[in-house]
């Protein structure tokens, strides 16, 4: 279980927002607050194996959502990008570039 107390989005994850209709942008903003409520991640969260500290989110509407993320420090949630279970696995390659770019940074 991963606990947070705030999220930090990437460019690249707003831009991603930028692409969804509005009724998938709704269904992801009620997810969103549940979860900041919680302050615990869904049983549909996980880290992914192999993929360098990224996890994934996975949403059962639209095209089989994907929200990629990683643990930012104690307390922030990094909204890395999103995607559909069709761009999977480009997805998690640009997540991770983006988890690795931005850990550059703020070194």
């Given at each position: 279980?991963?606990?947070?107390?705030?999220?930090?989005?990437?460019?690249?994850f707003?831009?991603?927002?930028?692409?969804?209709?509005?009724?998938?942008?709704?269904?992801?903003?009620?997810?969103?607050?549940?979860?900041?409520?919680?302050?615990?991640?869904?049983?549909?969260?996980?880290?992914?194996?192999?993929?360098?500290?990224?996890?994934?989110?996975?949403?059962?509407?639209?095209?089989?959502?994907?929200?990629?993320?990683?643990?930012?420090?104690?307390?922030?949630?990094?909204?890395?990008?999103?995607?559909?279970?069709?761009?999977q696995?480009?997805?998690?390659?640009?997540?991770?570039?983006?988890?690795?770019?931005?850990?550059?940074?703020?070194?």
């Amino acid at each position: 279980m991963i606990e947070f107390k705030r999220f930090k989005r990437t460019d690249e994850f707003d831009a991603w927002l930028l692409t969804l209709d509005k009724s998938v942008k709704q269904a992801l903003s009620v997810a969103f607050r549940k979860y900041k409520m919680d302050g615990v991640l869904p049983n549909t969260a996980g880290m992914l194996t192999g993929c360098d500290g990224v996890g994934e989110m996975r949403f059962k509407f639209g095209a089989g959502y994907r929200i990629y993320f990683c643990r930012y420090g104690d307390v922030v949630l990094l909204l890395l990008t999103g995607g559909g279970k069709g761009t999977q696995t480009d997805d998690i390659k640009t997540a991770q570039a983006i988890k690795n770019r931005v850990l550059r940074e703020e070194k």
